[in-house]
């Protein structure tokens, strides 16, 4: 009897939690057909069927990870300072959650840094995160609170800033709970809006 399309769908959703699983557990380099396999509890053949080289395997992740990240809930508390305070905020691995998605995320670039297409496809999405936190920036300086400039030139800034406070509480979880993260961010947007 053929399957039907919701038990396709349902697979893949198995599937899916499986990459997801494994990414979470094990980091992206031990992201393997045999690995995803064992975590479902299925055969290579079976995934070879979704996933027909490590490239698929690969891309697929990337976009589960992608996928995650975007319908991850915001926070908003506000318009200008606080608009792009809280875009900050959503970047760092204040929760569990937010943790195993960073470390997804810092454990994928050796991949793309190895490979043209994702490379540019990572460059792609890292210049469209500072293009949101440069309409938030450009927002805070209409209202006042942040001094006019290139709003660019600081979200590019505070971008740098934060993906290096995500490496180091990655690395050092005890050094940089999420209560110190946040008020390590604070810091620099104090900084960010004391005149000069």
């Known amino acids: 009897m053929p399957r039907s399309k ?20 094990r980091g992206f380099t031990s992201l393997t057909l045999r690995a995803v396999a064992a ?12 996933f027909p080289t490590k490239r698929a395997l690969i891309e697929y992740a990337l976009d589960l990870l992608e996928q995650r990240t975007v319908s991850r809930p915001r926070r908003h508390s506000g318009e200008g300072l606080a608009a792009f305070r809280d875009a900050l905020l959503d970047i760092l691995p ?8 960073n470390r997804i995320w810092v454990s994928s670039w050796d991949a793309a840094l190895s490979d043209a297409d994702l490379s540019t496809d990572y ?4 210049a469209a995160g500072r293009d949101r936190l440069t309409e938030r920036v450009a927002a805070a ?3 006042g609170e942040l001094p006019s400039g290139n709003p660019a030139h600081v979200a590019a ?3 740098a800033f934060v993906l290096g406070l995500v490496v180091q509480a990655l690395f050092d979880p005890a050094a940089f709970p999420p209560q110190r993260q946040v008020e390590l961010l604070d810091d620099y947007l104090a ?6």
């Open 39 to 50: 975590e479902l509890g299925a055969t290579t053949g079976l995934l070879t069927h979704y």
């Open 141 to 143: 300086q209409e209202l």
């Open 6 to 25: 919701g038990d396709h769908e349902a697979r893949r959703r198995d599937v899916s939690e499986a990459v997801w699983q494994v990414l979470a557990a």
């Open 157 to 159: 800034g505070a971008q």
């Open 191 to 196: 900084r960010l809006t004391a005149p000069h």
């Open 123 to 126: 460059a792609r999405k890292y």
């Open 94 to 101: 204040l929760t569990p959650v937010a943790a195993d998605s």
